[in-house]
């Protein structure tokens, strides 16, 4: 089974950029489904964006215009670019793999990986 490591994270100031990987330990195209997902310091973990196979991409609405999830399959990996970071973003972030798009972003299962920490800071 492919697995997904997650890297990128870092500290930057409000309205400032970041990109996330999620880097596969196999082929990419084996995973039908990558969804980026986020914990903040108290809060649940919620999801982010996902992006299939064929390209159909979804994003929470408190994403939307700000964050752009790709696909390069000839590099294995799914990227979260991050632009207009506010201070609200900073969570640890997670990707995941799955085999529906419904499911990556309601249900996406139990079991995670270490995640990048996103700090968005003056």
């Known amino acids: 089974q492919v697995q997904l490591v997650e890297s990128g994270g870092g500290s930057v100031q409000p309205g400032g950029s970041l990109r996330l990987s999620c880097a596969a330990s196999g082929s990419i195209l084996s995973v039908y489904v990558v969804g980026w997902y986020r914990q903040a310091p108290g809060n649940q973990r919620e999801w982010v964006a996902s992006?299939?196979?064929?390209?159909?991409?979804r994003y929470d609405d408190s994403v939307k215009g700000r964050f752009t999830i790709s696909r390069d399959n000839a590099k294995d990996a799914v990227y979260l670019q991050m632009n207009s970071l506010k201070a609200e973003d900073t969570a640890i972030y997670y990707c995941?793999?799955?085999?529906?798009?419904?499911?990556?972003?309601?249900?996406?299962?139990?079991?995670w990986g270490q995640g990048t920490q996103v700090i968005v800071s003056a």
């Open positions: 992006i299939t196979r064929g390209g159909t991409i």
């Open positions: 995941k793999g799955g085999d529906s798009l419904w499911e990556s972003i309601v249900e996406p299962g139990p079991t």
